[in-house]
């Protein structure tokens, strides 16, 4: 990505283009706030009085200054369930994933291992062909995990195309850094851990990454697998918070508070299930361009 | 390449034994990925034989008579209208993604690598980038938040004077809501593998073409484009290879009880009959239909690729 700053298009004779510049640059930030305004303006409305959001006054600036929403949902104890049962999910799933990841990851890395090719295809098929939704709930159905968080986790544990960047960048490592080890004594279990782990942490804080982000993320299995509401990620709570907001599981919106205030109660609920992904955001998005970078490098 | 084959030659000589002890370490530590595989990858696709049997919960997926006919649950399906609803709502959402949606990446990508400040640059993309981290659920949230009735956007209309807009409970309004939002999602990201390929031009072309006297648009026109081409026609194909599949969050999260026929599409139509309504052998067939398809135009996109010699996916 260093390229795209190096480079500098329309400066070879010091020309301006005044007039492209002006329509590119307000191109992009009609864009740009395209992106970002949705997210403001629900924040906006989630600290704003009940009587400005009613009328309809609310845009980009909160009006009538009312942290009472916030409140509602601290003191929902279902919401903040969901939020660390999502937290140590997430956290489960990510740190079995890498686990795995590396441990597929590296064996396929080796271009002596016997048998290589046959791993690859064994890695690969899935990618193209699976059971569908119907197959893998009739399975996880009949593994007796319906219901049970390790139906969010077992189920997606190795990602193919998280293997692969894995794979592709251990391939880059020198192999001449494994061999000095191997003359040293080290068997592959010392080599992997001492010396070739140490040498790719920006590699797999990027995986890591991906993985974490896509189980926060995630709602479809949740939908699927979970019934109980006692083990609802934060998606799950969230969806029945804005779209379900008049059955009866959503307890915050009972005791008689009106629509209105289940509106700013909403968008309170939207804001803070947006806050953890905002938190790590600046280190996601170095990551993720790298690892979009990375996996675009074919073998 | 020829070093390659000679160890090939050699590894075919070892014995299967003799490349187990050899190199145990790595096999062993296969054993936790590979049972993944098996157990959740693998072994599901035994649950597929349903689509052809009278299943029944009590008797399990083994225990269960087949079908008669073998093929009754796909007739069933086939026969079914709102199947072909939902295989074509998949097809037309796709088809309006792909034409509003993929030239919208490029077109971002050329204007932001014109701008000459790096941090204009960096900004640019850092917010750009944002709504692909959001969850389907927060932007199902959002979109239901802004353009509801008591949304912003209908204030303003009526501020204005006009006539509120149902944007989502009408069928053709929804459409252009679920296209819009996907381009929201993912425009902006999409723009990095176009950035990368736009940052791979090389710079004495641009200057080339300025010495010609081209302007910047003309340069964009004649040099930028051509040289990314390629990247864009394997993106293109690789969107084709998708045509017949759409996830199951986004239209799920959008849709509700006044669009059904014009938002149902795959995914949604098997969580509908399968998981709410327990009819697992005929969603069976649905997920059989959709992903023998869907491997079809995958599998095709990937050799079309092959053969431009870009190399496909596998």
Redesign the interface.
């Known amino acids: 990505m260093s390229n795209v700053a190096a480079a500098k298009p329309g400066r070879a004779k010091g020309r301006r283009y005044i007039g492209s510049e002006i329509v590119f640059n307000i191109i992009l930030t009609i864009f740009v706030l395209v992106c970002v305004l949705p997210v403001l303006h629900v924040i906006a409305k989630s600290i704003s009085g009940r009587a400005p959001v009613v009328a309809g006054k609310v845009y980009l600036l909160p009006k009538e200054i009312d942290t009472s929403a916030y409140a509602s949902v601290f003191n929902d104890p279902t919401m903040i369930k969901s939020m660390w049962f999502s937290i140590e999910w997430t956290v489960i799933y990510t740190a079995l994933s890498m686990v795995s990841t590396i441990l597929l990851a590296y064996p396929l890395s080796k271009q002596y291992l016997p048998g290589r090719k046959t791993l690859m295809i064994i890695v690969l098929i899935p990618m193209y062909f699976t059971g569908g939704t119907i197959a893998n709930f009739l399975w996880v159905k009949q593994m007796g995990l319906i219901d049970s968080p390790w139906s969010l986790i077992l189920p997606i544990l190795t990602s193919t195309y998280n293997t692969i960047i894995l794979r592709n960048f251990f391939e880059s490592i020198p192999p001449s850094l494994e061999e000095s080890a191997k003359l040293d004594g080290c068997n592959d279990w010392q080599i992997l851990i001492r010396i070739i782990l140490p040498l790719s942490t920006a590699s797999l804080a990027t995986i890591a990454l991906f993985y974490a982000v896509a189980r926060w993320n995630n709602y479809a299995d949740v939908r699927y697998y979970i019934n109980t509401s006692s083990k609802f990620t934060l998606q799950m709570k969230l969806y029945q918070v804005v779209f379900a907001s008049s059955s009866s599981d959503v307890s915050m919106v009972e005791g008689g508070k009106n629509a209105v205030l289940a509106e700013t109660i909403q968008c309170a609920a939207v804001v803070f299930s947006t806050v953890p992904i905002l938190i790590v955001y600046p280190f996601l998005q170095k990551y993720f361009v790298q690892g979009v970078m990375i996996g675009a490098v074919k073998e | 390449m020829q070093k390659?084959a000679v160890?090939q030659v050699k590894?075919k000589r070892?014995g299967f034994f003799k490349?187990i002890a050899k190199?145990k370490?790595?096999?062993l530590?296969?054993?936790?990925?590979?049972s993944?595989?098996f157990?959740?990858?693998?072994?599901?696709?035994?649950?597929?034989q349903?689509a052809f049997k009278d299943f029944s919960v009590f008797k399990?997926?083994g225990g269960s008579p087949w079908a008669t006919p073998i093929f009754k649950y796909f007739n069933e399906v086939f026969s079914s209208p709102k199947f072909w609803t939902a295989v074509w709502n998949t097809v037309k959402l796709n088809l309006l993604d792909l034409f509003f949606g993929f030239p919208i990446p490029i077109i971002?990508a050329i204007?932001?690598?014109?701008?000459?400040s790096?941090k204009v640059?960096r900004?640019?993309?850092?917010?750009?980038?944002?709504?692909h981290?959001?969850?389907?659920?927060?932007i199902?949230?959002?979109?239901?938040?802004?353009f509801g009735t008591?949304g912003?956007i209908?204030?303003?209309i009526s501020q204005m004077g006009g006539t509120p807009v149902n944007f989502l409970m009408d069928e053709g309004n929804w459409v252009v809501m679920y296209v819009a939002t996907g381009i929201?999602q993912s425009?902006?990201w999409g723009t990095?593998?176009y950035?990368?390929a736009?940052?791979?031009v090389n710079?004495d072309l641009?200057?080339a073409a300025?010495?010609d006297g081209c302007?910047?648009?003309r340069?964009i026109w004649y040099v930028t484009l051509p040289c990314i081409m390629p990247t864009i026609v394997i993106m293109l194909i690789l969107r084709l290879g998708q045509m017949v599949g759409i996830?199951?969050?986004r239209p799920?999260?959008m849709m509700n009880k006044m669009v059904t026929d014009s938002a149902d599409v795959i995914?949604t139509f098997?969580?509908d009959r399968?998981?709410l309504n327990r009819q697992?052998p005929f969603?069976?067939a649905v997920?059989?239909f959709?992903?023998v398809v869907n491997?079809c135009f995958?599998?095709g996109a990937n050799i079309v690729t092959r053969r431009m010699g870009e190399?496909g996916l596998?």
Do not use: C
């Not at chain 2, 981290?133 to 927060?138: E, G, P, R």
């Open positions: 390659d160890k590894y070892m490349a190199y370490w790595l096999y530590m296969l054993i936790i990925p590979l993944q595989y157990l959740f990858r693998y072994a599901p696709l035994s649950g597929l349903v399990g997926i971002l204007m932001v690598y014109e701008m000459r790096v640059k900004l640019y993309q850092t917010l750009m980038y944002l709504p981290f959001l969850s389907w659920v927060i199902g949230s959002l979109v239901a938040k802004i008591n912003p209908n204030n303003l929201w425009a902006g990095i593998i950035l990368a736009i940052s791979g710079t641009y200057e300025e010495v302007g910047r648009l340069r996830g199951f969050e799920y999260v995914s098997v969580y399968g998981i697992y969603a069976t997920d059989i959709g992903s491997m995958v599998i190399g596998f």
